[in-house]
Structures are given as structure tokens and as C-alpha cells.
């Protein structure tokens, strides 16, 4: 393996393996972008990982209210799932737990897919009888009435079967200082980047793991070899000088979304330089042989 | 290719039917083939050549030069393409139609967009009674699509009306959205007595109060939803109002109780 170095910051040869997702957009709209967000990042709370969450969540971009439909300030949010049943059952307990009952909230389709999700039209039923469907040009909304006037709610909202989950970077530090600096810099440059969510918190994750475990009921388990505690026990990645690793993951619209993303993150993670930031840069993957996705570190440089 | 241009040549000496003329029916014929076209409505037997000059060739874009309140059924069925009359029309204009547009530059006859299912009928003058609503026994009106009539509309205006969207922007008569199943009918100008009479459910939107008020609609109070402006900014954007007409908390009255309706009746609080 023949290692780049760019700006002083070793960049490894290899790859991010990234699967094949189920994903939906919904356009939040509030009296204020701070009632916005509230009501985003309530629905999009506990949607890490599909394996303990469900579903993958997060804000992809803010709209000033010249880009919404109802001319309020607003935030579009992506949701990703391996099923469309999966994706379907998400968007709607999260969009009714989370969205119907934040103040003054709205919700619009985010996408124009291929199929349908139900959102309004199967939300309605809380209208008890009293709900209005109105239609406006060929899109049509429900209108449930709601303590602080009427929720809004576009019937439906559209699927994306080409959504890419599970692009990373993984940042190899000298210290945990560095390596969230280093962390911090690339999910700021790929939030960015339209059409990508970092789901986890901050968008940065710290628990890595490999596929499988010891212990049978497992399916995944710690990433032992870029732990730097582990250093002296397993077959380490970790060359002496690294304390410690963080990992990125970014899950997309489309497999463009995902590789801009990374190609952001990665610019911006050079450019911090190994003394501030990450030595090493590296990413995930299973050999190659898991994922329909690889996003090559060596293609992605600035 | 240039559109298909039908010129009258004298005011017609009865109705006519032109419910044969529309862009699906006359694809593929050649202009003698279109001159020799049956136009029925009246006593007489009539040749689309009788009455018109026919030129041009493609029927996706028709014209009817001139115009008369005799021209009766225009673009009825239509499904896709555009008809554009430059002057009046008769009854029954875009009748059932699916798909498509058309432009009336004036004033049309009753049952203008009569149970149109969709497409756009623009009326830039005056439209009679009846507007988007059903012929004697139907049991439903206008079921999709949007009509415009820039000028004033008769009385009963979206009457039994089921979906879609109807803009009356020069006023109309008496009873708009009488029997209204559901919908959208927008209101600019004086309208008459009793909106929504009768009406099950459906929003008629007036921007200013109406000559009369059912007694069997109640006050609901301000208005105040996301929707009024997501159906404002709709109707800017069709180029239907150009402002935000209904402003800030308009008055609600629900209805219509005699029936009894869920219907709304929306009265902007801006001052005209």
C-alpha cells in the first residue's frame, strides 16, 4: 500500500465502502428558523445508525423563507433507511411525534422521487373528521386542525432508491485535541455540501466498529485496530505517534452527493495540516466486497 | 409548423357545435379534410369550411380568429395542446376537458369549464352562469384543472364543484359555490348574495365582504394558517392575484350549516 502525502498529512491508499439506501426529504417550515430547527433536530434526534435507530436522519440544508413553499423561514431534512417499509414507518412516527407537534410547524415534500411516502395522507387521521385536503396544482396538502391553528402537511412526499449510506473519513491524530479539531474542520466544510447528512452527533463518530464479534448475539463489535489503546494486543493500524481516531460518515442523496462531500472534508481536513490536525487520513471499508459503493481517498484530493 | 388558425368569416347564423376541433380530434387530417367537418347546434347543416377560413397546419396550437357567443363547446374533451379564441365564445367552453389551455381574449357564454377535469381555461373577459359548474342533472361541477375569468362572473359560479381551482377576478353574481362538493373558488371584486350556498365543503376565498351573508355560515374568527400563504403564493405564481390578497388573519365563516357544510368562506382583512 503506497501511501500519499498532501500538506504534510499522510493520505492512505485506500477506500470508503458505502451501501445502496432508501431515502426521503421533508421541508419543515416554522414562524421562525428557530422553531424550525427545533422541530428538525427533534425528529432527527436518535437516527445515528440504522442498526439501533431505525433510520438515519439530519438537516441537509437551511432555507430562507424564499425558498420554501410557504414563504417561512424553513430546513429540509433527509432521512435514509435500508427498506422503503423501514424509511415509510420512520418518516411518519418521527414526523408525527416530532414535526405535527412542534409550535407553528409545517411540513412539505423535500424530493420529487420515483414513488410516494405517505406524510399528510396518512397523518390526517388525527384531524378526527375536521381534516381538509386541499389541492394546489397537482400537489396536494392536508390541513389538520391543531391547538395553535392548522398543521400543514403535503400529502405526500417523494423516494429515492439511489441514496448512498455509509461514506467516512476516518482521522488518525496524534491526540484527541487534534483529531477533533481535524473532525470538526471536515463536517463543517461537508455540511456544505447539498444533499449529505453526517448523522451522528456533531457528525462525528468515535465508536468505529468492525463487522462481528467474540460474543455470538453481536453483529458488530469495536474497531479494534484503530483503537489506540489496543495498540500492544491486536494487529494495530495505529503507528506509535497516533493517540487517537475519529470517523466521519456521510450518507447521500446520490453517490455524487457522497463523493463531494468527502472531497470537501477532506480539503478542509488538509488544509487544517497535521500539527492542528489529523496525521493520517484514512476510511472504512470491508474489503470491497460488502458495499455496491468505494469512494477512493486518492480520486477524492484536492 | 404553424398553428392551425380557424377564421370566421361572417357571424354565425346559428350555434355551432366546435367540439370536433380540438388538437387530439384533428391530428393527422389535412385542411380539406377539416373543412368538411360537420358542425352540428343549429337547423342547418354546417361545414367547418362554411364558416371558417382554415389555415395553417399544426392542430397541437389552435386559433379561432374572431369570435362569437354562438361558438358553442370549444375545446370540449381536449386533452392536451392549446386553443386561443380572440374573441368571444359561446356556452360550455373547455366542457370535460383533461388536459391543455385555453384563452378566451373575451367574454364567454354560461357553463364555462363545465366538469373540466383539468387543464387551464383563461377567460380574460366576462363568463355567464354557471361557470365550472354541472349541465341540468350531473351531480358534480368543475372536478380539477384551473379557470380564470379576469372579468365578472355570473350567479352560481363553482356550482356542485368537486376539485380545482376557480378565480373570478371582476366580481360575480349571486350564490358562488353554491352546492359545492370541494375546491378552491377565489373572489376579487363585488360578489353577490349567499356564497357557498348550500356548500358541503371547499374554500371560497373573497376579498372583500360579500353583497349578502348566509345567516347559516358562523364567524370562526381570524384565520391565521400556513396554508393561507401556501395558496396565496399559488395563486401569485398562476399569475391569478399579484399580491397577498387574503392579509393578515382573514375572517373564517364555516359552513353551510343548513346542510350541513364543512365548508369555509375566507374574507380577506385588507381594506379594498
Known sequence: MQNLTVNGVIIDDTFAEAFGMRATAIIITAPSRQWALEAA???????????????????????SPDETPDGRPGVRVLIFAVSTDELQKQLLNRVGQCVLTSPGSACYAGLEGTEPLKLGSAMRY???????????????????????????????????????????????????????????????????????????????????????????????????AYSPVLRAQVASELDPDINAVLEIVIDGETDEAVAAAMRAGLKAVID???????????????????GKFQYHLKDLLP | MSGLTFTLLAEPTQRL??????????????????????????????????????????????????????????????????????????????????????????????YAGSQMQDGRVEIQGDAGDLAAGPMAGELRGMCGGTLIIRGRAGERLGDRMRRGLVAALGGCGDYPGSRMIAGTIVVAGEAGRMPGYLMRRGSILLDRPPQELSPTFIESGPWFSAFASLLERHLMQEGIVDYPFLGEGPMRYVGDNAVPGKGELVISSLKV
Request: charged letters at 20%; proline letters at 4%; a neutral charge.
Open chain 1, 126 to 224: 388525527f384531524g378526527d373528521g375536521w381534516q381538509i385536503s386541499k389541492r394546489l396544482g397537482n400537489r396536494q396538502f392536508w390541513r389538520l386542525p391543531v391547538m395553535d391553528g392548522e398543521f400543514v402537511c403535503e400529502a405526500t412526499t417523494g423516494l429515492t432508491k439511489k441514496a448512498v449510506g455509509g461514506g467516512n473519513l476516518l482521522l488518525l491524530a496524534h491526540g484527541g485535541a487534534e483529531a477533533l479539531a481535524a473532525a470538526e474542520a471536515g463536517v463543517e466544510a461537508m455540511r456544505a455540501v447539498p444533499g449529505v447528512i453526517m448523522p451522528f452527533p456533531g457528525g462525528i463518530v468515535r465508536s468505529g466498529s468492525k463487522v462481528g464479534s467474540k460474543y455470538k448475539s453481536l453483529v458488530a463489535s469495536t474497531n479494534d
Open chain 1, 272 to 290: 487544517l495540516g497535521p500539527e492542528r490536525g489529523a496525521q493520517r487520513v484514512s476510511a472504512g471499508n470491508y474489503g470491497g466486497k460488502l
Open chain 2, 17 to 110: 357545435d366546435l367540439s370536433p376541433l380540438t388538437p387530439q380530434k384533428l391530428a393527422g387530417l389535412s385542411a380539406g379534410e377539416i373543412e368538411k367537418i360537420e358542425l352540428g347546434g343549429g337547423g342547418d347543416q354546417v361545414k367547418v369550411g362554411d364558416c371558417f377560413k382554415v389555415e395553417g397546419s399544426d392542430p397541437e396550437t389552435i386559433v379561432f380568429e374572431g369570435g362569437s357567443k354562438r361558438l358553442d363547446w370549444i375545446g370540449t374533451d381536449m386533452e392536451a395542446g392549446s386553443i386561443r379564441v380572440t374573441g368571444d365564445a359561446g356556452a360550455l367552453l373547455g366542457r370535460r376537458m383533461t388536459g391543455g389551455s385555453i384563452v378566451v381574449k373575451g367574454s364567454v357564454g354560461p
Open chain 1, 41 to 63: 433536530r427533534s425528529m432527527t434526534g436518535f437516527a445515528t445508525s440504522v442498526i439501533g435507530c431505525g433510520c438515519e436522519a439530519g438537516v441537509d440544508v437551511e432555507l
